[in-house]
């Protein structure tokens, strides 16, 4: 069985700071990894995946996200905050033996101060 | 680019009333999914479909049917709503493949109360 959990529902960053949402995974094969970002009253989007390959992918809007498998981590960062950045964010995880079903983390809430 | 169309954005229903949420995809995807969304509790499968006329149960089918008579149409059906149903629906689309990599393609929700 296959799961995520993403830690911290809530984050807070300063415009022009860090931003650092985390992602731990659970899978018995090779993970599918996964993060979208879900604007106000919108479904979610595709920020960036990994597959196989690269370990450090980057995606869009100057996201990027590392997996590190002896950490069971894919963690999504971005140097600088952007108001624009306000958003929802849910890393997924799928795999060869669930069929292509994704599984999703709970969620967590970015807010950009300026 | 994808789209994915839901067909409502707002639903208000009574309970025990028959509702259908429909969804169609332009693009020519085998898969097709139904989520639900609650506050703190992510995204939870209820239903999914790899093929026309194929379904098969998420974690979450309880209260629910799917429909799929054609590729590009997904229809959730909630045989009699009930409050507990209160909540956004979305429903996603993605490439049939053998490495199961395909990300999602999200409509953009159907919030439904149910009074």
């Known amino acids: 069985a296959q799961s995520v959990t993403q830690l911290g529902s809530h984050v807070s960053v300063s415009e022009g700071a860090l931003v650092l949402l985390r992602c731990n995974y659970s899978?018995?094969?090779?993970?599918?990894l996964f993060w979208y970002v879900q604007y106000p009253n919108q479904g979610l989007q595709l920020l960036l995946k990994?597959?196989?390959?690269?370990?450090l992918v980057k995606g869009i809007n100057g996201f990027e996200a590392e997996f590190k498998k002896s950490e069971t981590s894919f963690h999504l960062t971005k140097p600088s905050a952007h108001m624009s950045d306000a958003a929802e964010y849910f890393c997924?995880?799928?795999?060869?033996?669930?069929?292509?079903?994704?599984?999703f983390g709970d969620g967590t809430t970015l807010t950009v101060k300026p | 680019d994808v789209k994915v169309t839901q067909s409502s954005r707002y639903l208000v229903k009574r309970t025990g009333e028959k509702v259908f949420l429909e969804c169609v995809q332009d693009?020519?995807?085998?898969?097709m999914f139904w989520y639900r969304q609650d506050p703190g509790l992510g995204l939870r499968l209820i239903y999914f479909?790899?093929?026309?006329?194929?379904?098969e149960k998420g974690d979450i089918p309880e209260g629910y049917s799917v429909s799929r008579e054609k590729k590009e149409r997904f229809s959730l059906i909630l045989e009699s709503a009930s409050t507990n149903q209160t909540s956004m629906y979305l429903c996603?689309?993605?490439?049939?493949?053998?490495?199961?990599?395909?990300?999602?393609?999200f409509g953009n929700g159907t919030r439904l109360t149910v009074t």
């Open positions: 996603a689309s993605s490439l049939a493949g053998a490495t199961y990599n395909s990300p999602l393609h």
């Open positions: 899978s018995s094969v090779p993970p599918y």
């Open positions: 990994y597959t196989t390959g690269a370990t």
């Open positions: 997924a995880v799928s795999d060869r033996t669930n069929a292509g079903k994704s599984t």
């Open positions: 693009m020519d995807h085998e898969n």
């Open positions: 479909s790899y093929d026309v006329k194929m379904k």
